[in-house]
C-alpha cells in the first residue's frame, strides 16, 4: 500500500492504488511556470565526471591477504580470541565473516627491509626533540629499537603495555582492550614520563593497522576532508609520493611569524570531525576510527605506496609539541625554539568494526551518528526553510570621514519577505548582519544597541513576526579596531612568540581576543540584546576558529569547553557557521556546510559523510546561492546532500559595497536576483520538503552521475547529475534533474 504524498499546495503526488512508485517529476519546468529563463539553471551544461563526484565501486571479494603471527599471545576477550604480538604489540581478531583484521602487515613478504618491517609492526611511532642540542634534532623511534624495554600484563578484554624507548629513554603506557565490535586505544598523559633530555614531539598510533599492498585488495580510505573523501585502492597510484597529511580543525595557528593571518590558510577543506576509515571489500569488511580524546592536537595522515615499500596506510598523529621562530628584534631576525611544555594530550581512539551492509562510508556515518546521540528535530512545516541573510549597515574610510551606506532597513527586509510568501515560499529564516551603527565590518565584538536609521524597535518586531526566525548575526572572537567594548592592551589573544593574531583588510584590522575577553564581551552582548524582538543569534567564526591564548596559559581544549559553555547559557536559538564536531551538539542551525572535500588529485571521490551523520539532527545550510557558476548541478549537490538553500539579500546594488569589508558580494540586491530565489527554492523544495526531520538511511551510486539517496521514512530520492535522460525499468530521470520514489512509505509512515 501506498500513503499519498502531497504538495503544501494539496496536489496529491501519488495515490494507493497506483502500482509504479516513482512520483513524477517534482518540478516543472520554468516556462510552464511562466518564469523568465535563467541561463545558470536553464541551460543543461555536459557533466564533467571529476573526484567532485561518487562513483560506482568494486564488489570484488576482499580475500585475506595477511598470515596469523607465528607465536602470538592468544587474549581471550568478549570480542573472542585476540593475537598478540609481544614484541611490537601488534593485533589481530577475525571478524564474522572470517577475515583477518591486523594492525601491522605481512611481513613474510620479500623484498621488505628490515627496517621497514620493524617501521610496519610497531605499535608506536615516537618522535622526540634532543634538547640537549641547539638544532633540538628530532629523533624517530619505533618498539624495535636497541634497549627499548616493554612489560605487558593482560587485563579484562586486552592489555596494557609499559613501554621504555631505548634512545630517548620516554615512557608511556599502552592500554588495548577489545569489546563486541569495536577496539579501544588509549596512551594516558599521565602515564608519559619524558625526564630527560629527549622532549617528545608527536606519536603514531598503530599507523599499519588496515594497511592494503598495492591494488590487492578491493576497497578504500574515507577521509573526513570537507563533507567527505574517498581514496581507492584499485585507483592509487603507485607513483604518488606526497602523503596527506591534515590536522584535524584546521590548522594550529599559534606558531607562526605571519603578520596577516588571512594569508596563514590550509590548502583545500579542512577537517571538521575526528574520524578515518578504510574499507576492505564494500559491504565486506570495514573499520572506522573515532579519535574520542585528543583529537584538537591530532593529524590524519594518508600514506602512499611510493612512500611506504608499496602499502596504502591511514592513520592518526598526536603532537604534543612543535618548534617556532621567536623574533629577536624589530628588523626581522628570529631564531629556532622548542614549546617548553606539552599538549596534554589523553589519547583515546575507538575503532569500531563494520561488516556486510554496514561496511561502507554510509555504515561509518551512521556509527559516528550513534556515538554523538545527537537529539532529532522536529519541523511544523511541509515545506524547506530558506536562509535569507540581509545587510543593514556598512561602513567604510572616505576621503576626509568614515562614510555610512544603509543597504537594507527592517521595513525593507519585511517587505522582501512579504513578497517571497507571496510567492510561495512559506518558510523564511532571516539573518540580519550590521544592526549596530558600525556596520557589519566594524561592529564586532561590540553589539549593544540597533542604529535607529534602520528602524525602531517596533519595525524590528514587525520583521520578526513576518519571518519564521530572526537572528541577528554578531562576531565575538574577533575584534575591529573601528570598533569598541574591549581594550587593545589587555584584551588580545597572542601567540606562542608574543605576536598577536592580526587580521588585515582594506578598511580594519581586526584581532583575536584573549579567552576572557571572549567569555565577558559575549555574555554582555547577549544579555543587552535579550530584550530584543529576535529568536536567536548567527555567530561568526566560534563554529571553527580554535586557537590557543598563550599569553594567559589558556589552550584548545579550554576553549572547546568555553565555546560549549557559553553556547549551552544562552536561552535562545544558535545558528553557527562552518561548524566542527565538538559544537554539533550546541547549535539549532548549520550555516555554510561545506560541499566539497578538497578535491586533491589523490582522492577518487566526494562523498557527504557529513550530512548523512547530520540529517534529522541539524537543519543545514549552504553556502549563498547568489553566485552558482552553474546553478543545475549546485541544487542537485543540494538535494543528494540532503541541504537547504541560502541566499544574501539587499533592498540598494551591491555596487554600493565597493571599498568596503562586503566588496565580494557582487550580486545581491533582491530585485536582480529574486527569480533566483524562487525557482531554486522551488527546484530543491520539489525533493527535501517529502524528507523534513528524516535521516539518510542509505546512499548508493546506481550508475555514474546517478545516486539513489534513501530516508529512514521510507522515501528514495533519485539525482541525475548527467546531460542526458537516465532511464532504468520504470524509472526515468530528466537530465540534470529528480525523481521521488514512495514505493517504500509504510502505511501510516
Known amino acids: 500500500m501506498f500513503k499519498p504524498i502531497f504538495f503544501k499546495r494539496g496536489l496529491i503526488i501519488i495515490l494507493m492504488f497506483v502500482s509504479i512508485g516513482f512520483g513524477v517529476n517534482a518540478f516543472l519546468a520554468p516556462e510552464n511556470n511562466q518564469i523568465d529563463s535563467i541561463p545558470n539553471f536553464d541551460e543543461i551544461i555536459p557533466l564533467v565526471d571529476s573526484n567532485k563526484y561518487s562513483h560506482m565501486k568494486s564488489s570484488d571479494i576482499a580475500v585475506n591477504q595477511q598470515d596469523f603471527f607465528e607465536e602470538p599471545i592468544e587474549i581471550e576477550t568478549i570480542y573472542g580470541t585476540v593475537y598478540l604480538d609481544p614484541e611490537s604489540l601488534a593485533f589481530q581478531v577475525v571478524n564474522d565473516n572470517g577475515y583477518i583484521w591486523s594492525s601491522t602487515i605481512n611481513t613474510d613478504l620479500e623484498g621488505l627491509p628490515n627496517t621497514f618491517k620493524r617501521r610496519a609492526r610497531t605499535a608506536i611511532i615516537l618522535e622526540s626533540f634532543n634538547t640537549g642540542v641547539a638544532s633540538f634534532a628530532l629523533t624517530e623511534e619505533n618498539l624495535f629499537e636497541d634497549n627499548t624495554e616493554i612489560e605487558t600484563t593482560l587485563i579484562t578484554n586486552g592489555f596494557h603495555s609499559t613501554i621504555t624507548f631505548g634512545?630517548?629513554?620516554?615512557?608511556?603506557?599502552?592500554?588495548?582492550?577489545?569489546?563486541?565490535?569495536?577496539?579501544?586505544?588509549?596512551?594516558?598523559?599521565?602515564?608519559?614520563?619524558?625526564?630527560?633530555?629527549?622532549?617528545?614531539?608527536?606519536?603514531?598510533?598503530?599507523?599499519?593497522?588496515?594497511?592494503?599492498?598495492?591494488?590487492?585488495?578491493?576497497?578504500?580510505?574515507?577521509?573526513?576532508?570537507?563533507?567527505?573523501?574517498?581514496?581507492?585502492?584499485?585507483?592509487?597510484?603507485?607513483?604518488?609520493?606526497?602523503?596527506?597529511?591534515?590536522?584535524?580543525?584546521?590548522?594550529?595557528?599559534?606558531?607562526?611569524?605571519?603578520?596577516?593571518?588571512?594569508?596563514?590558510?590550509?590548502?583545500?577543506?579542512?577537517?571538521?570531525?575526528?574520524?578515518?576509515?578504510?574499507?576492505?571489500?564494500?559491504?565486506?569488511?570495514?573499520?572506522?576510527?573515532?579519535?574520542?580524546?585528543?583529537?584538537?592536537?591530532?593529524?590524519?595522515?594518508?600514506?602512499?605506496?611510493?612512500?611506504?615499500?608499496?602499502?596504502?596506510?591511514?592513520?592518526?598523529?598526536?603532537?604534543?609539541?612543535?618548534?617556532?621562530?621567536q623574533p629577536i628584534d624589530k628588523v626581522g631576525n628570529t631564531i629556532s625554539l622548542l614549546q617548553s611544555f606539552s599538549n596534554p594530550i589523553d589519547i583515546k581512539i575507538e575503532y569500531t568494526l563494520l561488516e556486510n551492509e554496514h561496511a561502507n562510508y554510509v555504515g561509518m556515518a551512521k556509527t559516528y551518528r550513534d556515538y554523538l546521540e545527537l537529539e532529532a528535530y522536529q519541523s511544523s512545516h511541509?515545506?524547506?526553510?530558506?536562509?535569507?541573510?540581509?545587510?543593514?549597515?556598512?561602513?567604510?574610510?572616505?576621503?576626509?570621514?568614515?562614510?555610512?551606506?544603509?543597504?537594507?532597513?527592517?521595513?525593507?527586509?519585511?517587505?522582501?519577505?512579504?513578497?517571497?510568501?507571496?510567492?510561495?515560499?512559506?518558510?523564511?529564516?532571516?539573518?540580519?548582519?550590521?544592526?549596530?551603527?558600525?556596520?557589519?565590518?566594524?561592529?564586532?565584538?561590540?553589539?549593544?544597541?540597533?542604529?535607529?536609521?534602520?528602524?525602531?524597535?517596533?519595525?524590528?518586531?514587525?520583521?520578526?513576526?513576518?519571518?519564521?526566525?530572526?537572528?541577528?548575526?554578531?562576531?565575538?572572537?574577533?575584534?575591529?579596531?573601528?570598533?569598541?567594548?574591549?581594550?587593545?592592551?589587555?584584551?588580545?589573544?597572542?601567540?606562542?612568540?608574543?605576536?598577536?593574531?592580526?587580521?588585515?583588510?582594506?578598511?580594519?584590522?581586526?584581532?583575536?581576543?584573549?579567552?576572557?575577553?571572549?567569555?565577558?564581551?559575549?555574555?554582555?552582548?547577549?544579555?543587552?540584546?535579550?530584550?530584543?524582538?529576535?529568536?536567536?543569534?548567527?555567530?561568526?567564526?566560534?563554529?571553527?576558529?580554535?586557537?590557543?591564548?598563550?599569553?594567559?596559559?589558556?589552550?584548545?581544549?579550554?576553549?572547546?569547553?568555553?565555546?560549549?559553555?557559553?553556547?549551552?547559557?544562552?536561552?535562545?536559538?544558535?545558528?553557527?557557521?562552518?561548524?566542527?564536531?565538538?559544537?554539533?551538539?550546541?547549535?539549532?542551525?548549520?550555516?555554510?556546510?561545506?560541499?566539497?572535500?578538497?578535491?586533491?588529485?589523490?582522492?577518487?571521490?566526494?562523498?557527504?559523510?557529513?550530512?548523512?551523520?547530520?540529517?534529522?539532527?541539524?537543519?543545514?545550510?549552504?553556502?549563498?546561492?547568489?553566485?552558482y557558476p552553474y546553478a543545475r548541478d549546485e541544487l542537485l549537490r543540494l538535494i543528494d546532500f540532503g541541504v537547504y538553500p541560502s541566499f544574501v539579500v539587499t533592498k540598494e546594488s551591491s555596487k554600493e559595497l565597493q571599498d568596503t569589508g562586503l566588496e565580494s558580494i557582487y550580486s545581491s540586491k533582491y530585485d536582480d536576483i529574486k527569480k533566483s530565489i524562487l525557482t531554486y527554492h522551488e527546484f530543491v523544495d520539489g525533493a527535501l520538503s517529502h524528507v523534513i526531520g528524516s535521516r539518510i538511511e542509505d546512499r548508493e551510486v546506481i550508475a555514474n552521475g546517478v545516486i539513489k539517496i534513501t530516508y529512514d521514512n521510507g522515501i528514495e530520492i533519485y539525482v541525475n547529475y548527467r546531460e542526458t535522460t537516465y532511464i532504468q525499468g520504470s524509472l526515468t530521470i530528466e537530465p540534470k534533474n529528480y525523481e521521488i520514489n514512495y514505493f517504500n512509505v509504510p502505511l501510516g509512515g
Open 382 to 627: 511541509d515545506s524547506i526553510p530558506l536562509r535569507l541573510d540581509a545587510i543593514g549597515i556598512e561602513k567604510n574610510k572616505g576621503l576626509l570621514f568614515n562614510q555610512t551606506t544603509v543597504m537594507t532597513t527592517f521595513n525593507e527586509f519585511r517587505e522582501i519577505t512579504l513578497d517571497l510568501k507571496e510567492n510561495g515560499i512559506d518558510y523564511i529564516i532571516g539573518n540580519f548582519s550590521g544592526f549596530t551603527k558600525r556596520g557589519v565590518t566594524w561592529s564586532a565584538p561590540q553589539y549593544e544597541n540597533i542604529s535607529r536609521r534602520l528602524g525602531s524597535n517596533d519595525d524590528l518586531a514587525s520583521l520578526q513576526e513576518a519571518l519564521d526566525s530572526l537572528y541577528f548575526v554578531t562576531e565575538y572572537m574577533k575584534a575591529s579596531n573601528q570598533s569598541a567594548g574591549y581594550n587593545q592592551y589587555f584584551d588580545l589573544a597572542k601567540k606562542i612568540n608574543d605576536q598577536l593574531y592580526t587580521y588585515l583588510s582594506g578598511t580594519d584590522t581586526k584581532y583575536l581576543l584573549e579567552y576572557h575577553a571572549v567569555r565577558s564581551i559575549m555574555n554582555d552582548s547577549i544579555e543587552k540584546l535579550s530584550d530584543k524582538p529576535i529568536d536567536g543569534f548567527a555567530i561568526e567564526s566560534m563554529g571553527s576558529l580554535l586557537y590557543d591564548d598563550f599569553g594567559n596559559q589558556k589552550y584548545l581544549l579550554e576553549a572547546i569547553l568555553m565555546y560549549q559553555e557559553l553556547l549551552s547559557s544562552v536561552e535562545k536559538e544558535i545558528a553557527l557557521y562552518d561548524v566542527n564536531s565538538y559544537l554539533w551538539n550546541s547549535i539549532d542551525l548549520y550555516y555554510d556546510f561545506p560541499m566539497y572535500s578538497s578535491q586533491y588529485i589523490t582522492f577518487d571521490d566526494t562523498v557527504p559523510f557529513l550530512s548523512i551523520v547530520l540529517s534529522g539532527s541539524i537543519e543545514l545550510f549552504g553556502p549563498h546561492a547568489n553566485f
Open 167 to 325: 634512545r630517548s629513554g620516554i615512557q608511556i603506557g599502552l592500554y588495548v582492550t577489545f569489546g563486541l565490535d569495536s577496539i579501544k586505544v588509549e596512551i594516558p598523559y599521565e602515564e608519559i614520563n619524558e625526564s630527560g633530555a629527549y622532549k617528545i614531539s608527536s606519536i603514531k598510533v598503530y599507523p599499519y593497522f588496515g594497511a592494503v599492498l598495492e591494488n590487492q585488495i578491493p576497497g578504500y580510505v574515507f577521509l573526513p576532508d570537507g563533507i567527505g573523501a574517498l581514496v581507492d585502492y584499485k585507483l592509487t597510484d603507485p607513483l604518488i609520493s606526497t602523503n596527506y597529511q591534515k590536522e584535524i580543525y584546521d590548522r594550529n595557528i599559534g606558531y607562526n611569524l605571519e603578520p596577516n593571518m588571512n594569508n596563514f590558510l590550509s590548502g583545500g577543506t579542512k577537517i571538521y570531525a575526528p574520524v578515518f576509515g578504510f574499507v576492505h571489500g564494500v559491504n565486506q569488511n570495514a573499520v572506522l576510527a573515532n579519535i574520542t580524546s585528543g583529537s584538537e592536537y591530532a593529524m590524519i595522515n594518508l600514506y602512499f605506496p611510493a612512500r611506504t615499500r608499496g602499502f596504502t596506510t591511514v592513520f592518526s598523529e598526536f603532537v604534543y609539541r612543535k618548534t617556532y621562530r
